[in-house]
Structures are given as structure tokens and as C-alpha cells.
Nanobody, 126 residues
Framework: VQLQASGGGLVQAGDSLRLSCAAS????????MAWFRQGTGMEREFVAA????????IYADSVKGRFTISKSNAKRTVSLQMNSLKSEDTAVYYC????????????????????WGQGTQVTVSS
């Protein structure tokens, strides 16, 4: 599986933005997906994750209620809809997955994922 993130840009606080991550490979239908982000000078942090079926999701507290992750197996994409953006959401956003798929609850640690996209920059001006 290879991942390609897109959709980043420069927006103002309060605006919305939708990130997309396109995946290659037939394994996509069987894998959980996640978004992480990394601000300048900061450690990479978990944002959201979705199960292989798209049925279950989890979010970091900082984005809960504002961001929505979704997975389309038909389109082989995972999206991150970001609403009510804040300056502190400024970061490079990465999509990630793990093969083979981990059975059980969705994971939030960086080391739980071993395949990463290249990242897309999101800048929120206040």
C-alpha cells in the first residue's frame, strides 16, 4: 500500500478544509487508517483513526466535534473534514496505516503505524 495525501492549504480561522488520502493496493479494504499531524518544532501527534470498514472512529480530544474522518473503500480514499479551524491546527498532516492490520481497538500511537503518506501542509491564519 502506498499513500498520497492532498488537500492542504492556507485558510483563515473558522474556515473548513477537507484533506484526502488516496491509497494504492487491494489491501485498502482491509486496513484501518489514521491521520496524524506535526506542527513546527513539535512532535507528531494523533488526530483521528477509522476502522477498515469505516464503521468506527476515534479522535484526539483537541479535534473532537470539529474534525470528521471517513473511509471510502470504493474510492480507496480516507478523508479528514476539518471545520472551525484554529491557528493551533496549523501543521503538516499525514495519513498512515499498518500492515498487517492490527486486530482490536484502533490505535493512536505513532509506532502503531508503519506506512505513511508524504504529508500535506495546513496553515490556519488567525
Amino acid at each position: 500500500v502506498q499513500l498520497q495525501a492532498s488537500g492542504g492549504g492556507l485558510v483563515q480561522a473558522g474556515d473548513s478544509l477537507r484533506l484526502s488520502c488516496a491509497a494504492s493496493g487491494r489491501e485498502f479494504v482491509n486496513i484501518n487508517m489514521a491521520w496524524f499531524r506535526q506542527g513546527t518544532g513539535m512532535e507528531r501527534e494523533f488526530v483521528a483513526a477509522v476502522t477498515y470498514s469505516g464503521a468506527s472512529t476515534i479522535y484526539a480530544d483537541s479535534v473532537k466535534g470539529r474534525f470528521t474522518i471517513s473511509k471510502s473503500n470504493a474510492k480507496r480514499t480516507v478523508s479528514l473534514q476539518m471545520n472551525s479551524l484554529k491557528s493551533e491546527d496549523t501543521a503538516v498532516y499525514y495519513c498512515a496505516t499498518r500492515l498487517p492490520r492490527v486486530v482490536g481497538a484502533l490505535r493512536t500511537g505513532i509506532s502503531d503505524y508503519n506506512i505513511w503518506g508524504q504529508g500535506t501542509q495546513v496553515t490556519v491564519s488567525s
